[in-house]
């Protein structure tokens, strides 16, 4: 069983051994609330348990799988909060994946609190180099708890069938029965480790693997190397050296060293290598940087956040410095700062003009520079809405420059004067303010600029987008009236190539617009430019970097679809992160490519300023290509449960979505199956005619079918169609958060072809 493997790899490590012994540590939720729990590592070292010292408390427990990372210090807002009360090296952070909430904890000596960060962090490294073979065990191995009710090490049939139940399969008493018996080979009338490791296969025996893997075998028992060669050049459609591929995955996935020495590839090791990320829909060689980092920033869409601070919506919700540490540790580029003078001549960020708390600028700054290049080396645009007075504006500068030093880009690169935009790779390291700034870049390289300037500091308030829209409430109209507010020369300074400037016109921009200057739009305002410009917009981008957000009217932090401005080729298209859907689903995918580094370069085509795109007539392009999309959506695995009710099954139906210009804008759905969330078969073919294949991206739904009201959301996973692989493939699905939900999948087939 998969438990005691873990014991005896880890037995002779001590920070291990001490956790598997437990400990007594804080549990810090605020300054006020600092409880005591006894924290235990699990026999499984998978599991954390910990529990009230109060007798008779209920006790909690979670998975090293569900931890991100592990923070040493005040590296949270609650810690820095009891930083006075306890020191650093006794403090630390559980990181969750998704959205969930931290655990801040305190040990009650820095040598505990470093036995858990270490023996922390060694689980979770050994989480992420196991194998397939070692995952499935593990998933055989948390099945076995929790069905074994009783905690005797063995599973008699009523705690069998319950487990069916768990694990959304509806299976008839008789057939169930009949595959009890035949693993409980012991005739125990129970199923211990191994038999019941033989039940779990038998549950999951994959025909339709099977059919596919009988129909490319020689002799229907293995595939010989060239039976492997043959599957992957003429089924997978893979390229490059076939033959030294083929013993590549041979030695990789093939768990009998009988069959490895005959260079054959037995049903197990086919099904380890169609499970593995091989074997998955998204191809490998687009996972890392793959692209051209040196063109000018704007010819890439750059990943970005909107109200980076808030960590619910924008009326009542709660500020925080972790809402920036999450998006610049999920490759965001872009995160706002919404500026406004705070007591004690400290400015603060928060949603002005509402109930949000509200945090220091320079704890938001401390974060940024801490975070910004933990998972991409590439530059981070500080986007700063700016409602202080002069004297806090010379605060927000000093801050600035002393917390992130060489990182802050003050000056032209190579102090030359400037023609174009940089790139990402000229770049690298480096923290660019996006801010109003008085005159030219060329007047601060010429020394000429003025000592203090007047003009309107606060370009992209959303509560002017309000007004345009509902002209008569006396209150908003009052907030409006703003007096023009004068600009620090120290702040102005801090801004180089990201000047924002109100946008007028796309024929006064190009007449007179210059190439560091930034318009920032409304969705509605950047919408109507598509409808009634899109090539003037899309030309517009090529030489310019455009922001767009979301509506003020957008309260509860909801966001819009942002593959219609992408189309547009507006680069810094900002969504609310912290909200989960569709929107977050389409540019996580967008961005789980070239090393997820927060930067994609647009198609050729988007950035050429001879010849003009109009994403509503993409037929009239040049290099016009148009494809099919063919998908035969053949199987699920162990979806998810979504109904908490015990007896509940899922009813899968799985719907494919292209999202891309409007003409392949496209949705379709395979039949629901009843009751079988475990193993569903469709079989169902989708066709999807794609004009613009450069641009569109392809999200699976799989939702539970319900007849009289909505159907519940199961599980999804979105990718661009330029990094789908073909062939048979697994499709491995993703939460609502984005996390990922193993083993749920999707067995489908894909063929991209020419339009005929």
């Not at 690298?428 to 303010?433: A, H, P, R, Y």
């Not at 003409?663 to 009751?675: A, G, L, P």
């Amino acid at each position: 069983m998969a438990s005691t493997g873990s014991v005896l790899r880890f037995r002779g490590d001590d920070n291990l051994q001490s956790m598997l012994v437990g400990t007594v540590m804080r549990k810090i939720k605020s300054r006020t609330w600092k409880k005591q729990r006894y924290f235990k590592l699990q026999g499984d070292c998978m599991t954390i348990w910990y529990q009230s010292k109060k007798a008779g408390n209920a006790h909690s427990t979670f998975s090293v799988g569900d931890v991100e990372a592990i923070r040493e210090g005040h590296q949270s807002e609650v810690l820095l909060s009891i930083a006075d009360e306890f020191p650093a090296d006794r403090c630390f952070t559980v990181v969750f994946r998704g959205r969930r909430g931290n655990l801040d904890l305190v040990a009650e000596s820095a040598e505990e609190a470093q036995t858990w960060i270490r023996g922390m962090r060694k689980l979770i490294e050994s989480l992420e180099n196991m194998g397939e073979r070692e995952k499935l065990d593990q998933w055989i191995g948390d099945w076995f708890k929790k069905a074994d009710k009783n905690n005797d090490g063995r599973m008699n049939f009523k705690e069998v069938q319950d487990l069916l139940k768990m694990m959304n399969v509806d299976m008839n008493e008789h057939h169930a029965h009949r595959l009890f018996t035949m693993a409980d080979k012991s005739k125990s009338d129970s199923l211990e480790d191994d038999e019941f490791v033989l039940f779990y296969k038998m549950l999951t025996q994959r025909e339709d693997v099977l059919t596919v893997f009988q129909k490319f075998s020689s002799d229907g028992q293995k595939f010989s190397q060239s039976d492997l060669e043959d599957f992957l050049r003429e089924e997978q459609l893979e390229g490059g050296d076939i033959q030294q591929h083929a013993k590549q995955l041979i030695e990789r996935y093939e768990p009998s060293d009988t069959a490895k020495l005959l260079n054959a590839l037995t049903f197990d090791g086919f099904l380890m290598y169609l499970g593995s990320a091989e074997g998955s829909i998204f191809n490998p060689q687009r996972r890392g940087v793959f692209q051209d980092m040196t063109r000018p920033l704007c010819h890439y869409l750059i990943s970005s956040s909107h109200n980076t601070y808030l960590m619910e919506d924008q009326l009542r919700g709660h500020s925080s410095v972790e809402g920036y540490i999450r998006a610049l540790s999920r490759g965001c580029r872009c995160v706002e700062v919404d500026c406004w003078d705070g007591a004690n001549g400290e400015p603060i960020v928060y949603h002005g003009h509402t109930f949000t708390s509200k945090i220091f600028f320079k704890d938001v700054v401390n974060a940024v520079g801490n975070y910004a290049f933990k998972v991409s080396e590439y530059p981070v645009i500080l986007s700063i809405e700016n409602h202080c007075g002069v004297e806090q504006q010379r605060v927000m500068a000093q801050h600035l420059n002393h917390i992130l030093g060489d990182k802050l880009l003050k000056s032209t690169l190579e102090g030359k004067a400037p023609i174009g935009l940089p790139s990402p790779e000229d770049l690298k390291g480096k923290i660019l303010l996006k801010a109003k700034k008085m005159g030219g870049l060329e007047e601060s390289h010429n020394g000429t600029a003025e000592d203090s300037l007047t003009g309107e500091v606060s370009d992209e308030d959303e509560v002017a987008e309000i007004d345009e829209e509902n002209v008569h409430r006396e209150s908003v109209r009052r907030m409006l009236k703003k007096s023009k507010q004068r600009l620090s020369k120290e702040l102005s300074d801090c801004v180089v190539y990201c000047k924002s400037v109100h946008f007028s016109s796309f024929k006064h921009s190009r007449i007179h617009s210059k190439f560091y200057e930034v318009a920032s739009f409304t969705e509605s305002k950047a919408r109507k430019h598509l409808r009634e410009a899109g090539a003037e917009f899309v030309l517009h981008n090529s030489r310019h970097l455009t922001r767009v957000y979301p509506s003020g009217f957008r309260t509860d932090s909801s966001n819009f679809n942002p593959q219609e401005m992408w189309n547009a080729g507006c680069q810094i298209v900002a969504l609310n992160f912290q909200t989960a859907g569709e929107g977050m689903d389409l540019n996580d995918g967008l961005f789980s490519q070239n090393g997820g580094c927060g930067y994609v370069l647009k198609p050729a085509f988007m950035s050429r300023t001879e010849k003009r795109f109009d994403p509503e007539t993409p037929e009239k392009r040049d290099g016009y290509h148009p494809v099919v999309l063919t998908i035969q959506v053949i199987s699920g695995q162990q979806l998810p449960k979504v109904n908490i009710k015990e007896d509940s099954i899922v009813d899968p139906l799985v719907r494919v979505e292209i999202h891309g210009v409007p003409v392949d804008q496209s949705k379709q759905e395979t039949r629901y199956i009843e009751n079988n969330g475990f193993n569903p078969v469709w079989y169902d073919t989708l066709r999807f005619t794609i004009h613009t294949p450069e641009l569109a991206m392809v999200r699976f739904v799989v939702e539970d079918y319900d007849k009289t009201s909505k159907n519940d959301f199961v599980g999804q996973y979105t990718l661009p169609l330029s990094c789908m692989q073909q062939g048979y493939r697994h499709i491995h699905l993703l939460s609502k958060d984005g996390t990922s939900i193993p083993p749920s999948s999707l067995f489908v087939h894909l063929r991209i072809t020419d339009l005929e």
